[in-house]
């Protein structure tokens, strides 16, 4: 089973700033079978990411997705209020298909 | 716009069966195109992928729950099951429901959309 380990936990950020999450397999992801979700509280996971950099169809372009083999990252460039979420990422190269334990982005 | 939707027993016993319903609108469940996954939540943990299901029927399980799981689609109702035998406090999770992003013959297993979840609780 391939373990995701996402860090930092916690992201304390203010708006308009950067935010860079860090997804990172316990072994190598093929194909940049790798997605990124965001999840407000009450609220289903959304997909943000697929295919390690394709954004989901009415995603801002602030958001990107970049990495490959055992490291990943998706980048918020600037943050608008919308954003502060936790997300999580998934690999979906072999079964179990499993997700991170997620990053908290909050406001600062 | 397409739209899932779960329903079932929000309360079970320890050792009784989990039936969950995951009905779909604005698109039909038996398009080629496409298959259809469950997830759950535990409260306030992490994401575990629990299967997928095709609309022939074909189905394909996460190993750790695979002896205790069923999933099944009932293309006349356009709505597809779960079904989890000998349920545990350890089962306690929002459960959703979500079309797999990928077409058929990729190995596309992302979800999107998902359904708004449904709370199912195990217990004594």
């Known amino acids: 089973e391939i373990v995701l380990t996402q860090s930092p936990g916690t992201l304390s950020l203010s708006p308009g700033e950067r935010a860079t999450l860090s997804c990172r397999a316990s072994?190598?992801?093929?194909?940049?079978?790798l997605a990124w979700y965001q999840q407000k509280p009450g609220q289903a996971p959304r997909l943000l990411i697929y295919?390690?950099?394709s954004r989901a169809t009415g995603i801002p372009d602030r958001f990107s997705g970049s990495g490959s083999g055992t490291d990943f990252t998706l980048t918020i460039s600037r943050l608008e209020p919308e954003d502060f979420a936790v997300y999580y990422c998934?690999?979906?190269?072999?079964?179990?298909?499993?997700f991170g334990q997620g990053t908290k982005l909050e406001i600062k | 716009q397409l739209q899932l939707q779960e329903s079932g027993p929000g309360l079970l016993k320890p050792s009784e069966t989990l039936s969950l319903t995951c009905t779909v609108s604005?698109?039909?469940?038996?398009?080629?195109?496409?298959?259809w996954g469950w997830i759950r939540q535990p409260p306030g943990k992490g994401l575990e992928w629990i299967g997928t299901?095709?609309?022939?029927?074909?189905?394909y399980y996460n190993p750790s729950l695979k002896s205790r799981v069923t999933i099944s689609v009932d293309t006349s109702k356009n709505q597809f099951s779960l079904k989890m035998t000998s349920v545990t406090a350890a089962d306690t999770a929002v459960y959703y429901c979500?079309?797999?992003?990928?077409?058929?013959?990729?190995?596309?297993?992302?979800?999107?959309?998902w359904g708004q979840g449904t709370l199912v609780t195990v217990s004594s």
């Open positions: 979500a079309r797999r992003g990928g077409p058929y013959g990729s190995g596309g297993n992302w979800f999107d959309p």
């Open positions: 604005g698109g039909s469940i038996s398009s080629t195109t496409y298959y």
């Open positions: 299901v095709y609309y022939s029927g074909t189905a």
């Open positions: 072994q190598s992801v093929s194909s940049k079978y």
């Open positions: 295919g390690a950099s």
């Open positions: 998934q690999q979906y190269d072999s079964s179990p298909y499993t």
